[in-house]
């Protein structure tokens, strides 16, 4: 993994904004092969190798595809599982919105309708395994294609974490939740192996492992620990045997645009983050509600070796950063951790889902840019 030896690298969370051709054909071949998936897997490629090079036009120096050939950034992997069936009729609240589902109802309502009404389950029904290796190793190969034609210094996949998958789930084939967790994690080892051997950086994304934090606390403080660490154990265990510098593990607050109240503190699972075995941490920390948890690594010493990625622009505005305040926080970390050890980031992703603009694409891409000048202007002043 590359670090910031010379200037500050930029990057960034994964999932960016998809072109609407790309959506029609997905939405045309859903379901069906022959010409329509062939269309598909053409309009994929094309799409990728246009938004690799517009973030290295950008000048985003660690690059990914987009997730474009993802439907979401989690639910995605269930397409590519065996044992779990969506149950459109069967709904539940959305927990890992904690307390603010109820403090903030009716502007829960307005913004995400679904998380109030409630959301299909995603039932496990029976044994767990991954049985799609062709998906991943499309999306690795039109990556990889898309590179032969820019210079930039690395690229990464992204999977999910054990703790975020079929996040609206419920077990009714395991009856213990050791056994799930891990059936979990063996199925999603596949699928990090893949990224891995394909020779790109692996992100792990486990917005959840954040998300509960509130919902279960209010059982006890040591009833979320006790549900964290399990799946934390149950993360490492699904990356054994890559190497940790190939690996990012980014955590965030959650995407939706909501108050946030009751957002994990991250004093109070920074411990959890850093036991993942991974190069690089990959932290929300640009938005309002927890720009301020740089404070944290105050306290927290950053593992000698490990790199630091921080956002330092955010989803959740349409407001672009200036390069200035951008600089700023970025140099606030690398006085903290180390300038070598910082690579400057967003908050999270810009399309959570195929169908989802947290902002508008002209926004999303002078975000980055502003992300790119505020690095630079960090990198004259930290060199």
């Known amino acids: 993994m590359k670090r910031s030896d010379k200037r500050i690298l930029t990057t960034h969370v994964g999932s960016l904004i998809r ?6 054909a997905n939405r045309a071949a859903r ?27 950008t000048g985003i120096d660690i690059v990914n595809d987009g997730e474009y050939g993802k439907s979401s950034w989690a639910a995605y992997v269930l397409d590519r599982m065996t044992g779990f069936e969506r149950r459109p009729h069967q709904l539940r609240p959305a927990q890992w919105m904690g307390r603010d589902l109820e403090r ?15 959301r299909p389950v995603e039932a496990c029904i029976g044994p767990i395994a991954y049985n799609d290796d062709g998906s991943i190793k499309r999306d690795c190969a039109n990556l990889k294609a898309a590179l032969a034609s820019v210079q930039v210094e690395e690229a990464f996949v992204t999977a999910v974490a054990p703790a975020s998958t079929a996040y609206d789930g419920i077990d009714e084939y395991y009856g213990d939740e050791r056994k799930y967790i ?38 006890s403080p040591q009833r979320y620990r006790q549900w964290a660490e399990l799946r934390v154990e149950s993360l490492n265990h699904a990356l054994e045997g890559i190497p940790e510098d190939r690996i990012r593990y980014h955590i965030c607050f959650g995407s939706w645009h909501i108050p946030h109240t009751a957002d994990a503190p991250l004093e109070n699972m920074i ?23 740089w404070r944290v690594w105050e306290k927290n010493k950053l593992p000698a070796g490990k790199i630091l990625i921080p956002g330092v622009v955010t989803h959740h505005t349409i407001s672009v950063e200036h390069p200035r305040l951008v600089a700023d926080r970025i140099i606030r970390f ?9 690579i400057a980031s967003t908050d999270c992703g810009f399309a959570q889902g195929e169908g989802i603009q947290r902002v508008h694409p002209q926004v999303m891409w002078a975000k980055l840019a502003a992300l790119v000048e505020g690095a630079r202007i960090a990198s004259g002043e930290l060199w």
């Not at 994929?44 to 036009?57: E, P, Y």
């Not at 850093?274 to 309002?288: D, M, Q, R, T």
């Open 19 to 24: 072109p609407a051709d790309l959506l029609e």
């Open 31 to 57: 379901g069906q092969g022959g010409d329509a998936l062939t269309l598909y897997d053409k309009a994929l490629r094309s799409a990728v190798a246009g938004v690799v090079k517009k973030q290295a036009d």
């Open 104 to 118: 903030f109802r009716e502007a829960i309502l307005q913004e995400m309708p679904s998380a109030v009404e409630g």
């Open 182 to 219: 891990f059936a979990i994690a063996e199925a999603l080892r596949h699928e990090y192996r893949a990224i891995h051997d394909s020779g790109l950086l692996l992100q792990v994304d486990d917005a959840v492992l954040a998300n509960y934090y509130d919902h279960l606390v209010q059982q």
């Open 271 to 293: 411990d959890l983050i850093l036991n993942v075995k991974a190069g690089a941490y990959s932290i929300e920390a640009a938005n309002v509600r927890h720009e301020h948890e």
């Open 334 to 342: 690398a006085k903290l951790v180390g300038r070598e050890n910082v």
